[in-house]
Each structure stands twice: as structure tokens, then as C-alpha cells.
């Protein structure tokens, strides 16, 4: 297996970004032609003209709910256009399904979940496409697994299994088995939208390296990303857009950040979006884990966390950092240690009980574990309001919730035709908004953020920092858990960094955080 310094290494992580990607771009192979989506009275796309060539990795970027992933949801077939023309190979393009358009050479990996949980690994690679394994009226379990393996050792996947059900498969993984259904077509247009996000380093390590073995093979890459630099670093050209509108299609050549990021918001962002002071946090302990060890990856576990305090946790993939913030908040058994509230003078053993002691958490698996996307933004805002807006005894006031709801739409920017609308409906970083604002509105006291940032653009990064440090100010305590560097040493008082399940490094904000250092404990 390739160490992880030499994954580092060809990541750009340690010795700059390597050599310049060399455009070959060709013949136009997809073309979207004044192409308009509207839903309801939101409209999505408007007049929308875009080009993808031969060779070519074509970045999208824009705001949350600027159209990047509508526009590449019609031309994959997920769903159709209110109007406009699509062309591929120079021949209209109108496909009815997702799977017509795969059959054809345009296979799309989503942002969201894309597998069943409740089927194997091989029928999800498999799905819509089953009667390839007939034989007479059954299906031959056997050669589907088999092509299913070929599949994942096709891109490099050896540690999944076809048999087993998906569900027994992290988020993570669940994604690689995404990437190996789409790539088993061999598609002429790869479609990968806000993929990256899910994929630990050696995950995004090798869609990199199937995206330009892609275009090296004279085909075309659609890659949507709310991560600039990492657009910058792969893509031919980049196309903003903004409000359904494309603002701009811009050649590597003339790639400038922030160009790019005035282009997307409509008004100029320069620098970084953290805090610039170095306060630091009242001495108070608010929560400690002494020796926590779960089944899951934690082994003998200590830490402290202070009131006022941002405590940053970091790690390489499978270090134990996200299994962390589970265990903190009682969702994973803790089977030797505890978890306490000092001041409280109680032990958190369970997610009520985390809940009841004033404890917030936001999931990295967002859709699965933060939201319920079925049910509307209010009610997933008013999920935790149940002790605020009691009317007497166990009833509650409708008025309240409705009062506790609106109040977050209003304050965090929450795009929406009304608090009504489902969730589900929403771009990536309003359902992100809607997270905060739950455990906003609930005032809680100590917050667990897992991956608090991803899949959302700038502007919302920018917000989301500014709320994170906000509630500093007001003296929440708040563990960020993140695997990106800049966001842990922008916005952290603290940071641990963990390995193997345990602190391998601690770096303290008022003595000067060091990149490298923070990168050896990791490896």
C-alpha cells in the first residue's frame, strides 16, 4: 500500500502542486444549447449555453443553487429540461433515464447518496441493468459478482466486497462504489458532481487519476466542486455560474481566485473567510473524555474542552476523528471511559442525554443523520424545539414553532420559497443552513461539528465561519472536526490530531500553528 507521506506527496500537500496540466482539448462532444429549468416559480436554469470538448475537464462552480448540478442532471438524463436543446456527438441529445444515458456514454456520479443500503454492493453497481445476468426466468447471482469484482478492480477498489450488502459500507466507501458503476460503461462523458467531498485522500487520489485518464483518452470530464483551488489544480476550463445564469467561461490560462470567486458571488471576496484574532478560552472545562474506547477506533481516548473555546480535531482517513464526535455525543457505545460534563456533575451516555445537557451535533453524513429530507425545512428546525415551544404540559404551541423556525430562515439566509418547502428540494448548502439553525434556534451550549463545511460554496463557508465564531463570543463550546487543514487552522483556538484512534500532536493557536508538523503526527 502507498504510504501516506508519498500520498501526501502526490497530492500537493507537501511539495507544492506539481506539474501543469497540458490541455488537449478537441472536438465538441457535448453541447447545451439556451437550455431553461424551472420548479414551480423557482427557476434553475435560465438561457443556460455551455460546451464540453473532447479531452477536456470542464470545472463548474458557483454558489449553492446557481444550477451546476441541474444543468448536468439533464444532460445524464436524471431529469428533463422545461426547454432548450442538448447535443452529443453532433446528434440531439434527449435521454430519458439515467441508465438510457449511461448505455450511451454519459455515466454521472451525484452529490447525494447514489446507492440502495438494503441490496448487495453488486446489484447497486448492477441496477437497471440486471438482465445482463439472466438465465431463463432467474438472475445468476454468481456472474453478476463476479463482473461486479472486475468492476471495483477496474478503478482500483480491492478492499469491497460484491456480496456483501452496501450498507456495512461508510459513506466513503458506498461513493467508491458509485465511482465504480459509473466507470464499469466506460463512459465518454464522466459527470462528478461535489464527489471529492465524501472521498478521504487516497479516495480523491484516485478519481483524480481516473478524470485525466479520462480526458487523456480524448473523452470529456464535467467536474462540479465548491473547492477552488482543487478546480484550479485539474480542470481545462472553468464555467461560473450564478442564479441559473452562466457569468463566465474561463481558460486555464487566465484562472485568477479572486476573479473566479467575484464572478460567483456577485461581489468581491478576497482571502481567507477565518478569524484573524488569537483569543483564547475560558480555563472553565465544559466536557472531557477520560479514557473513552469504543468499538469503533477509539482506544483509551482523553481530551478537554474548554467554554469559549474552538477545539479543531484533524486526521488522516480512518484516524478515528469522525467516530469521535459520534462517541462525544453518544451515538457509538463507549465501552471503557466515559464521557462528562464537569459542571454539570453528569455522564453523557446516550444521544437524548446529550441532547438533554444542552449537546449539538452536525453529522458529515448530512442527509442520513442531520436531516429528515422528506419532511420540510420548519419541521426539521423544529425538531429540537419541543422544550421551547410548549404551550402547558406536553402540548406545543404552533404559534412558537412557527416563531422558532421563521426566525432561523430569516437569519441565516436560508434560500426557500417559504419555510414549507422540503428539504430535499434545496441545494447543498441551504440544507447546511438548515443543520446550523436547528441547534441554533435550541441555543445548545456545546457543539459537535463533523465536516461542518462540506459541500457548500464560498459565500456559505463565509457565514458558516462567522456563525461558528460568533457562538464563540457568545462562550459556546464548539469541536470542529474537519479534514481540511486551512478550515482547522483558520478557525481553531486548538487542535488535536489524531492517528490510529488516539492524539498523536496537540498545536496551540497563540503559539503559531505549523502545517508540516501537523501533517508528520498524521503519518
Not at 30 to 44: L, R, S
Request: aromatic share 6%; with cysteine.
Amino acid at each position: 500500500m502507498e504510504k501516506e507521506s508519498e500520498q501526501f506527496d502526490r497530492l500537493g500537500l507537501l511539495q507544492g502542486k506539481g506539474e501543469a496540466r497540458v490541455s488537449k482539448k478537441g472536438d465538441v462532444l457535448v453541447e447545451v444549447k439556451d437550455m431553461c429549468k424551472n420548479f414551480g416559480v423557482t427557476v434553475a436554469l435560465n438561457h443556460v449555453n455551455i460546451v464540453v470538448r473532447r479531452g477536456e475537464i470542464l470545472g463548474l462552480i458557483g454558489e449553492n443553487g446557481s444550477g451546476k448540478s441541474t444543468v448536468s442532471s439533464i444532460i445524464a438524463g436524471i431529469q428533463p429540461a422545461t426547454s432548450g436543446e442538448m447535443y452529443f456527438n453532433n446528434k440531439p441529445w434527449k435521454p430519458a433515464t439515467s441508465v438510457e444515458a449511461a448505455n450511451h456514454g454519459i455515466g454521472m456520479i451525484v452529490q447525494e447518496a447514489g446507492t440502495i443500503d438494503a441490496i448487495t454492493v453488486a446489484e447497486n453497481i448492477f441496477l437497471g441493468n440486471y438482465g445482463m445476468f439472466k438465465r431463463g426466468p432467474s438472475i445468476s447471482r454468481s456472474r453478476m459478482n463476479t463482473e461486479a469484482r472486475k468492476a471495483l478492480d477496474k478503478v482500483g477498489i480491492t478492499d469491497i466486497h460484491p456480496s456483501m450488502p452496501a450498507r456495512v459500507y461508510d459513506m466513503q466507501e458506498r461513493k467508491l462504489i458509485e465511482i465504480a458503476k459509473v466507470m464499469y460503461n466506460d463512459p465518454e462523458v464522466l459527470i462528478i458532481d461535489e464527489t471529492t467531498t465524501a472521498l478521504s485522500q487516497n479516495g480523491r487520489r484516485l478519481l483524480y487519476e481516473l478524470m485525466h485518464k479520462t480526458a487523456d483518452a480524448n473523452k470529456a470530464v464535467i467536474f462540479i466542486s465548491h473547492d477552488l483551488e482543487e478546480l484550479m489544480e485539474h480542470c481545462d476550463t472553468m464555467t461560473v455560474l450564478r442564479d441559473g445564469v452562466v457569468i463566465d467561461s474561463i481558460p486555464r490560462a487566465q484562472f485568477d481566485a479572486n476573479t473566479i470567486k467575484h464572478k460567483m458571488v456577485g461581489r468581491e471576496l478576497k482571502g481567507n473567510y477565518y478569524r484573524v484574532d488569537d483569543d483564547g478560552y475560558d480555563p472553565e472545562v465544559v466536557l472531557r473524555a477520560d479514557k473513552m474506547t469504543t468499538m469503533k477506533e477509539l482506544l483509551c481516548f482523553n481530551m478537554e474542552l474548554h467554554k469559549g473555546e474552538i477545539l479543531g480535531v484533524g486526521g488522516l482517513s480512518n484516524c478515528g476523528m469522525h467516530e469521535l464526535g459520534r462517541a462525544l455525543y453518544g451515538l457509538d457505545e463507549v465501552v471503557y471511559g466515559q464521557v462528562v460534563l464537569p459542571g454539570k456533575g453528569c455522564t453523557i451516555t446516550s444521544a437524548e442525554s446529550a441532547f438533554g445537557h444542552g449537546l449539538g451535533y452536525v453529522s458529515k453524513n448530512r442527509d442520513t443523520e442531520s436531516l429528515e429530507p422528506n419532511a420540510s425545512i420548519a419541521a426539521n428546525i423544529q425538531s429540537t424545539g419541543y422544550r421551547k415551544n410548549r404551550w402547558f404540559g406536553p402540548f406545543i404551541s404552533g404559534r412558537k414553532e412557527k416563531r422558532y423556525a421563521a426566525e432561523q430562515v430569516k437569519s441565516l439566509s436560508i434560500k426557500c420559497v417559504d419555510m414549507f418547502q422540503p428539504v430535499k428540494a434545496m441545494s447543498g448548502g441551504n440544507k447546511q443552513k438548515v443543520v446550523f439553525g436547528k441547534w441554533i434556534a435550541d441555543d445548545a451550549d456545546i457543539l459537535i461539528l463533523d465536516c461542518p463545511t462540506r459541500g457548500v460554496d464560498v459565500g456559505v463557508k463565509a457565514s458558516m465561519y462567522q456563525l461558528i465564531y460568533e457562538m464563540k463570543k457568545k462562550g459556546k463550546s464548539i469541536i470542529m472536526i474537519s479534514e481540511e487543514m486551512p478550515e482547522l487552522m483558520g478557525m481553531s483556538d486548538r487542535i488535536i490530531i489524531m492517528k490510529d484512534g488516539r492524539r498523536s500532536g496537540e498545536f496551540y493557536r497563540q503559539e503559531g500553528y505549523n502545517e508540516h508538523e501537523m501533517i508528520e503526527c498524521m503519518i
